[in-house]
């Protein structure tokens, strides 16, 4: 292939997918590695590792009569492996078909669908074609899968099954720039009515190929510069309408080289679980980029993951590498609370005394000291065996990201030798922005990380109007947002820096730094009527600290109001569709029975809040007076609080597709509840009576 140079561009920042940008190159070091296109760089590590396992997956089982159900895969079915030489040849293959189909220049190829090997195959081949990759998250309704689409300017379709399908078949009126909709799962019925475009299985679609011969598809990948856009990640719309975020090859390239040092991933060593929505930047850098960087090997997991099989799947594929949000954490921690609580005898007294050894351990590593006497007998007696149960006993690095993850979960599987470590990223910088990884100096428990290797981070408080935020420059930041030159040009400082909007600080401890720590988006600042600030993050986490075997998710209320409220959320299960239900989780029972007595006659949601006792009153009550001691100041007290009428989720709305809270949408599903808290003047009423207002 030609030696791919730099598109001649003027400025650092665009917001127009046909523009070059300027690099933001380093004269030394790590910022001034040569720049590399995707599709170099991808050819580089297939020819050092054609007969290298990239992938493997599951065969597919039988389709669901139910056209809108997940068809079932048992776990006990084969894995197929692809090779490195295979899935670049097969990435070739879609590029060429693509191309056929009539894909043009920087425009977009969406992808719906749950991860999956035809994902990173459309994945890459928009990118060798010349296309844009855009990925979307299942989750998406019909209008904001429109919003996307049409602000990408989408050529070509690819959906996973039926329900994606029909989901784009409802807005096809308002594509116009619509060629083709391909469909890789499940059979493709025929379809009634007349359409613009064609609709293609997969099989059919990848048989196009052979109309593009590969001299053809080089012409295009010869054309392709570093410093050209190549993908789009869309944010997801938490706090306003989701805006495209532009990353060139070189924000991806470079990214994935520095992570794979920053955090010494192995070549041809490393196994990976995919699970987490791949439209999301943390599952793209790490499942389709380093993986690809450094010839290592992945594992699809099955989209009934969400139902709770994940732990199945980690004991079949024993990763090396383990990434989740802070819910998958909470989950696994859940789990085992509920098994610690069931130990009785022995077995229990040996266990709640390795997790002694487990805690002073976790913290003697951090700091760079000698271990803990005994911390081999506890590791074989209880850690080892936990490990293995979960998986995990081939794990050296654990990594929690997409948002912070609770002090209390941290703590708990920390005293089980399960040492996570956060990492903090945004879209608009490739993925990654700071990383604890493991080692003395590396990782500081509660921070947000080091700053990637080759990167600079500063605080401003001199071009902004909040001091705090956390400013970021480096060949990670990303080029603008697409068709959008007013936000673009806002995200970033008079001096070119990228306001990340988090308030953050730079801290350095006994083993080094500076580490950074973020309190919170400004954005979800909270400015009472008396003009007191309050950073919500710390205290809600505190809140499920006091609370965590029975409050699952909770919010600070009382923007331009006279006090603070919050709502809180219930620990109950999840039915089939991953929607919260009336029953409490075991661990929410637990603590409910030793709140009242074990013989209560409370047994679902629906009734805790038709009946709330003075007991249960009184106890959350204390953990809020707790709260307000330690972590608020008097006239920022926390003086009512209710509960919701169920829980937070992905499938309800109130959570995003990374699990984080999506605020404005509570506030407007429980505007009706917060009005009720305000509308009286006397802020010491009992909280008793507005909790019975939620039911």
Known sequence: MDNLKLAKASSYVCYNPKDPVILRLDQTGDGSLEPITVPERFHQVQLSFPEMIAFKYKTRGEESRDENAIYEEPLNKPWISVTYKEYYQMCRRTARAFIFLGLESTHAVGIIGFNSPEWFYSNFGAIFAGGISTGIYTTNDPDSCLHILNDCVVDIIVVENRLQLLKILKIQDELPSLKAIIQYKGSLKQEAGEYRFKIYSWYDFIKLSSKVNDDELDKIINTLRANMCCTLLYTSGTTGTPKGVMISHDNITWTARQVAKMIKYRVCEEILLSYLP????????????LLMDTANTLYFAHPDVYKGTIVKYLQQVRPTLFVGVPRVYEKIAEKMQEIHHRMTGAKKVITDWARIIGSDGSIALMKGKPLPCFSCLAKVLVFNKVRKALGLDRCTYFVSTGAALSHQTLTYLNSFNIPVMEVYGLNECSGPCTINHPGPG?????????????????ISSHYDEFPGELCMSGRNVFMGYINKEKETNEAFNKDGWFKTGDYGKLERTE??????????????????????????????????EELKDFISNVMIVGNKKRFLAVLLAIKTEMDEANKPTDIFTPLAKAWLDSVLSPNNNITTLNVLLKSKPVELDNAIQNAINKVNEKHCEKSVYIQKWV???????????????????????????????????????????????????SS
Not at 280 to 289: E, G, L, P, R, S
Not at 449 to 454: D, H, Q, V
Not at 658 to 668: F, I, S, Y
């Open 278 to 289: 791949l439209g999301h930047v943390a599952a793209q850098i790490v499942d389709i980029y």
């Open 442 to 458: 590396h990782n500081w428990a509660g921070s947000a990380g080091l700053p990637l290797i080759g990167t600079h981070v500063r």
């Open 511 to 544: 083993t080094g730094g500076p580490f950074v720590f973020i309190k919170g988006r400004i954005r979800e600042l909270i400015i009472l009527s008396g003009g007191e600030s309050v950073v919500p993050d710390d205290i809600e986490n505190a809140i499920k």
């Open 643 to 693: 509960f919701v009428p169920r829980d937070f989720s992905l499938a309800g709305g109130e959570l995003g597709p990374t699990l984080k809270l999506r605020r404005p949408v509570v506030l407007k599903r429980y505007s009706q509840i917060i009005d009720f808290i305000y509308q009286d003047g006397n802020t010491t009423r009992s909280s008793k009576s507005i909790s019975k207002r």
